[in-house]
């Protein structure tokens, strides 16, 4: 294929969704997105199984699904049930800026989820997953924070009821700083390509979606100052890419969409129900199961609904944590491994909610009838509707030695699987309000594209996270690797080959 000088910026907004966006682009709070959407195209973005943070990200960035990357959630399992370690890296996989790098285009990536940067041609300042995760090159921080004027923001810490008015207002200044570093590197760096990502809309779409499924006009200011902040940094980055002159396309992404949380799966709760997880003794104490029965009892009351949130923040940290643990006892499945008998149990959810794991020492011959019971009973489930998935029916890859021997999707995503024992039934649908956030992940995330090449108006069809990757090189003029399972939908939007 031809070299192409055309240039791209990928803006991602981690959660974003059209049914949010929408609503605001209307309103007038997002001027840029509104125009880049009007004078190019729009389609929802079909996210990966499970679609989360890393699995999603991670196969944005490689062109290959989770099959074929072998990561299946932010952790996967490591030594015996129960154990499990943070999925760090898509490597050896090589990512799309790698590819590009070593066809000498210069590369920049912000934000990415990577414990450090490396050898590229350009730069990569990462993100969330520590604050001083070194960059390349190893001075990028130092010369991004003069720019700035203050430090790169971190990711936003854990969020609490009681501080919820600065924990917006922390997570705008860190939208804005982190779209003035963006901003500054792509004018000093101009790079050929660029990715930059913004955590915080997830982070706040989480906690607070309460307070955004509503009528525009009925968002609180400080959420609707939020948004306009994030669309100003885009807007800001756009420019300073575009500065350098030339042919260039911009695409703003997301890993995934997002939603309410109707209700919770406790997928380990109902394999102890249907037998095929065993404990030697009960797997929580006596007091936490009547506490847990009272509180959804009284859930509703008025003066409930208003303290509840605030209490079980403060009886999550500190000196009140210790004594809630040695009240209620530690309702994690991590905890709970120590009372399950190994021997009678054949399948258990950990460390991907989403995901059903066989008894390692189950014999090879029992596998399949245990895979096939556990399916009829998931899919006959009377009170949810769940799907079930093989990893094969889902991936082209078939790097499966840690993936879960079944995904299940509850009530269209609506319903959220949860791996522990906090509750005494394995459904719960009417959620309490004091459940840390009320907004979780769906499958349709957000695609907009415009500029040099691209047709206005275009219909897209279906569009799946992993073809972005190809369908920038295409827009580039370099060929995607064969192996990819992504494949360009460029041809569609108008680009030229």
Known sequence: MATSARRFLILGLDGGTFDLLDPLMAAGDLPFLRSLAAKGVKAPLTSVYPAKTIPAWYSFATGLDPGELGIFGFTEPHGTPGHSRLVHSFRPSEAIWDRLSRLGRRVGVVNFPLPNGYPVHGFILPGMFSATSPTYPSGLRAEVEAEIGGSYPAELPVFKEGERDAWVAEATRSVEQRGRAAAALAERHRPEFLFALFRETDRLQHQLWKELDRPVDQIRTDLRVFFRAVDTACA??????????????????????????????????????????????????????????????????????????????????????????????????????????????????????????????????????????????????????????????????????????????????????????????????????????????????????????????????????????????????????????????????????
């Open 236 to 497: 800001a980055i756009d420019r300073a890419f575009r500065a350098a002159g030339g042919a260039a396309v911009t695409f703003v992404i997301s890993d995934h969409g997002h939603g309410k949380i109707e209700s919770d799966f406790l997928t380990n709760r109902w394999l102890a129900e249907e037998g095929f997880l065993v404990f030697r003794d009960a797997p929580d104490r006596l007091r936490r199961r009547l506490i847990a029965r009272l509180l959804l009892k009284v859930q509703h009351w008025p003066l409930v609904r208003q303290v509840a949130p605030r209490i079980a923040g403060l009886l999550s940290e500190g000196r009140a944590a210790g004594v809630a643990s040695r009240l209620l006892g530690d309702s994690s499945f991590e905890n709970a491994t120590q009372q399950i008998d190994w021997d009678r149990t054949v399948a258990y959810s950990y460390p991907v909610p989403e995901g059903i794991y066989l008894n390692p020492a189950l014999p090879e011959a029992q596998r399949a009838s245990v895979l096939e019971r556990l399916r009829r009973r998931l899919e006959a489930y009377p009170s949810a509707r769940i799907e079930v998935f093989g990893p094969s029916e889902l991936y082209a890859g078939r790097r499966f030695d840690r993936a879960p021997s079944l995904l299940i999707r509850v009530d269209g995503m609506r319903t959220e699987p949860r791996m522990d024992f906090a509750y005494p039934d394995a459904l719960i649908r009417e959620r309490p309000e004091y459940f840390c956030g009320s907004g979780t992940h769906r499958m349709d995330g957000i695609f907009i594209g415009a500029g040099d090449g691209i047709r206005p108006g275009a219909s897209l069809g279906t569009v799946r996270l992993i073809d972005v990757a190809p369908t920038i090189l295409d827009g580039m003029g370099v060929d995607a690797p064969a192996t990819w399972a992504g494949r360009s939908f460029g041809a569609r939007l108008g680009l030229p080959a």
